[in-house]
């Protein structure tokens, strides 16, 4: 019996290890549904609400599990609402393949309905390889250099398939001048530089007296080289936002995030330093780094074109970062002096002081700090953590306390709106035994958010294990670029453009069949947690929070504060509640032993 060329592909992808496919159905890839129908006993096809949230899910699990993310979706429209989650992924770093319908081949150049140039739409994020399958032999090396290609590269690939074609009886390449044989599989190496090169580095580090570590997201999984390397050197260890669970928050050296939604250790840790060792992290923001040629400074990187892009550093090394961790230990020599760990360490124990204060300090209806201080120890176990962009993000950065074992991750260089919820649904779909908590605000939530809530209710009654948490900072306020449009252009808050509708989100859960609970004031916030963390099915947390809390970063410039200030004198509809709100902030990082 003939193969079609739609399921060849859907069997090619169960070869690869595909285990789900999210997206969107539609005309222009009916034949591949019907595929994935016949082959439902293999893989599952998950249908989210719009196709951006079917690519963010692939990012996720990207993410999450190391794998190739796998989404999918229809001709014209559906392919181009691919995109932001797309470019979320290619930003990050993710490998995902994207299979987009497309219409008949005798149609094409026609103007025909929903005709797009999808090569020409996905050459930017998928620009190390996104190709259309012309004839039913070009199959088996599209998909199979797709999924090669996104691990190799660990970028975004995609596959357009005209519908017709997905219809035509599959043909293996002939054996012919111009036929393609490609095979599949792909095992990744272990890349360590040469020893000349380690032993530079290893040079540089034992001749500093105040070294500092910045982590990132690719030096996940070589928690224990880090830390010996830093007990080592005796170092201090920031993070970089997406390397938010590399390593434990309780570990006394770790200063936290770094940058505008880092800690103020963090901040003084690279203001003070005089080498610096940076793994697996492109943090971009050179104003909390060291000043240029400052200090002295190591990268280890996997990809060799991000090295020296982010600091001018001395010794760059491409490689694995906990290989290349491991070959450098030997070389390291363990420093004797404690003066720079303490004061670091002091420093650590202090700022943990005045996050409490802040968060205790009253803010009307909730301080959006105090609900993240007192969920941070009811964390349950190995939970796998999501955020979404907004002032959500900086509660998320420098209130949470990892543990090990945890996972934790958002929109990092893209830094785009709604992938909270997404994430979680796609983590809980790769590890059903864990608890995914995904961190939004009501910005996000109305944008999409509250769509995926009925995925979720679609699907969590096939989860053996049905926990899943949707936290939603309900303050009716874009937020963050709220304090933005003050702190950064010195205008008041602009009504028009920031204030959302009310919308209660518990309730509306409660209307899907979700546990939905809303918490209005702040003697609330424990027998809320403590009751979701109990709920038998997936709860949205709808917690009414005040605005007017400033997500202050670890150092105010001047010219911040006056544009600050402008916002007042121009007259910012909450200027008093802000005035109050700030000045308890600030109160808090010099008396912190007081709430």
Same mark, same amino acid.
């Given at each position: 019996?003939? #193969?079609?060329?739609?399921?060849?592909?859907?069997?090619?992808?169960?070869?690869?290890?595909v285990k789900?496919i999210y997206?969107?159905?539609?005309?222009?890839?009916?034949?591949?549904?019907?595929?994935?129908?016949?082959?439902k006993?293999?893989?599952?096809?998950?249908?989210?609400? !719009?196709?951006e949230?079917?690519?963010?899910?692939?990012?996720? !699990?990207?993410?999450?599990?190391?794998?190739?993310?796998?989404?999918?979706?229809?001709?014209?429209?559906?392919?181009?609402h691919?995109?932001?989650?797309?470019?979320?992924?290619?930003?990050?770093?993710?490998?995902?393949?994207?299979?987009?319908?497309?219409?008949?081949?005798m149609?094409?150049?026609?103007?025909?309905?929903?005709?797009?140039?999808?090569?020409?739409?996905?050459?930017?994020?998928? !620009?190390?390889?996104?190709?259309?399958?012309?004839?039913?032999?070009? %199959?088996? !090396?599209?998909?199979?250099?797709?999924?090669?290609?996104?691990?190799?590269?660990?970028?975004?690939?995609?596959?357009?398939?005209?519908?017709?074609?997905?219809?035509?009886?599959?043909?293996?390449?002939?054996?012919?001048?111009?036929?393609?044989?490609?095979?599949?599989?792909?095992?990744?190496?272990?890349?360590?530089?040469?020893?000349?090169?380690?032993q530079?580095?290893?040079?540089?580090l034992? %001749?500093?007296?105040?070294?500092?570590?910045?982590?990132?997201?690719?030096?996940?999984?070589?928690?224990?080289?880090?830390?010996?390397?830093?007990g080592?050197?005796?170092?201090?260890?920031?993070?970089?936002?997406?390397?938010?669970?590399?390593?434990?928050?309780?570990l006394?050296?770790?200063?936290?995030?770094?940058?505008?939604?880092?800690?103020?250790?963090?901040?003084?840790?690279?203001?003070?330093?005089?080498?610096?060792?940076?793994?697996?992290?492109?943090?971009?923001?050179?104003?909390?780094?060291?000043?240029?040629?400052?200090?002295?400074?190591? #990268?280890?990187?996997?990809?060799?074109?991000?090295?020296?892009?982010?600091?001018?550093?001395?010794?760059?090394? #491409?490689?694995?970062?906990?290989?290349?961790?491991?070959?450098?230990?030997?070389?390291?020599?363990?420093?004797?002096?404690?003066?720079?760990?303490?004061?670091?360490?002091?420093?650590?124990?202090?700022?943990?002081?005045?996050?409490?204060?802040?968060?205790?300090?009253?803010?009307?209806?909730?301080?959006? #700090?105090?609900?993240?201080?007192e969920?941070?120890p009811?964390?349950?176990?190995?939970?796998?953590?999501?955020?979404?962009?907004?002032?959500?993000?900086?509660?998320?950065a420098?209130?949470?306390?990892?543990?090990?074992?945890?996972?934790?991750?958002l929109?990092?260089?893209?830094?785009?709106?709604?992938?909270g919820?997404?994430y979680?649904?796609?983590?809980?779909?790769?590890?059903?035994?864990?608890?995914?908590?995904?961190?939004?605000?009501?910005?996000?939530?109305?944008m999409?958010?509250?769509n995926?809530?009925?995925?979720?209710?679609?699907?969590?009654?096939?989860?053996?294990?049905?926990?899943?948490?949707?936290?939603?900072?309900?303050?009716?306020?874009?937020?963050?670029?709220?304090?933005?449009?003050?702190?950064?252009?010195?205008?008041?808050?602009?009504?028009?453009?920031?204030?959302?509708?009310?919308?209660?989100?518990?309730?509306?859960a409660?209307?899907?069949?979700?546990?939905?609970i809303?918490?209005?004031?702040?003697?609330?916030?424990?027998?809320?947690?403590?009751?979701?963390?109990?709920?038998?099915?997936?709860?949205?947390?709808?917690?009414?929070?005040?605005?007017?809390?400033?997500p202050?970063?670890?150092?105010?410039?001047?010219?911040?504060?006056?544009?600050?200030?402008?916002?007042?004198?121009?007259?910012?509809?909450?200027?008093?509640?802000?005035?109050?709100?700030?000045?308890?902030?600030?109160v808090?990082?010099?008396?912190?032993?007081?709430?």
């Open positions: 019996m003939a #193969q079609l060329v739609s399921d060849f592909i859907v069997g090619r992808l169960i070869a690869w290890g789900r997206g969107y159905p539609g005309d222009g890839i009916n034949g591949v549904m019907g595929a994935l129908n016949r082959a006993d293999r893989i599952d096809f998950i249908q989210t609400r !719009h196709e949230m079917a690519a963010f899910m692939a990012c996720s !699990h990207a993410k999450f599990t190391n794998e190739v993310g796998v989404c999918m979706s229809t001709s014209g429209p559906g392919a181009i691919l995109l932001n989650g797309l470019y979320d992924a290619k930003m990050d770093h993710q490998p995902v393949v994207a299979i987009v319908g497309q219409q008949a081949r149609s094409m150049g026609g103007d025909y309905q929903q005709e797009v140039d999808l090569a020409a739409l996905f050459k930017d994020v998928a !620009h190390e390889y996104v190709h259309t399958c012309n004839e039913p032999s070009q %199959a088996r !090396h599209l998909i199979d250099r797709a999924m090669r290609i996104a691990q190799v590269n660990r970028t975004v690939t995609g596959v357009i398939l005209p519908n017709d074609v997905q219809e035509l009886d599959y043909a293996e390449p002939p054996h012919l001048h111009g036929s393609v044989h490609t095979g599949m599989g792909y095992a990744r190496p272990e890349i360590v530089p040469s020893m000349a090169d380690l530079e580095a290893a040079d540089l034992n %001749a500093g007296d105040k070294v500092a570590m910045l982590v990132g997201a690719g030096a996940a999984g070589a928690a224990d080289e880090l830390i010996e390397v830093a080592l050197l005796g170092a201090g260890v920031a993070k970089a936002l997406l390397g938010k669970a590399v390593l434990p928050d309780t006394p050296f770790v200063t936290g995030s770094i940058g505008l939604l880092g800690t103020k250790p963090s901040y003084d840790l690279m203001q003070e330093c005089d080498t610096l060792l940076m793994v697996g992290t492109s943090f971009p923001y050179s104003e909390f780094l060291p000043k240029d040629g400052k200090v002295k400074a190591v #990268q280890i990187d996997i990809d060799g074109r991000m090295l020296g892009l982010r600091y001018p550093t001395d010794v760059n090394l #491409q490689g694995d970062s906990r290989s290349t961790l491991r070959a450098l230990i030997p070389l390291l020599r363990q420093k004797t002096g404690r003066d720079w760990r303490d004061k670091i360490e002091k420093e650590i124990d202090r700022w943990w002081k005045v996050l409490e204060a802040r968060a205790m300090k009253s803010a009307h209806p909730i301080n959006p #700090q105090r609900f993240f201080w969920l941070s009811l964390l349950p176990d190995r939970c796998i953590l999501t955020a979404d962009s907004g002032s959500i993000a900086t509660w998320f420098m209130d949470l306390k990892i543990r090990e074992g945890m996972m934790a991750s929109s990092g260089n893209l830094a785009t709106m709604c992938p919820v997404p979680a649904i796609a983590a809980k779909f790769a590890y059903p035994d864990r608890m995914p908590i995904a961190l939004v605000g009501d910005g996000a939530m109305q999409m958010g509250i995926e809530l009925i995925t979720i209710a679609k699907y969590y009654k096939r989860w053996t294990d049905p926990r899943l948490m949707i936290v939603v900072l309900n303050n009716q306020d874009l937020n963050m670029v709220t304090w933005e449009q003050r702190v950064m252009a010195g205008d008041p808050k602009f009504e028009g453009s920031q204030d959302i509708p009310a919308f209660n989100y518990a309730a509306y409660q209307m899907l069949g979700l546990e939905g809303r918490v209005e004031k702040e003697d609330e916030i424990g027998p809320a947690l403590r009751q979701a963390f109990a709920a038998g099915r997936p709860v949205v947390l709808d917690v009414l929070s005040d605005p007017s809390v400033p202050l970063p670890p150092h105010i410039t001047l010219k911040q504060a006056k544009d600050f200030t402008s916002s007042i004198l121009k007259g910012d509809v909450n200027a008093w509640d802000m005035i109050k709100e700030t000045y308890k902030e600030v808090a990082n010099f008396l912190p032993y007081k709430s």
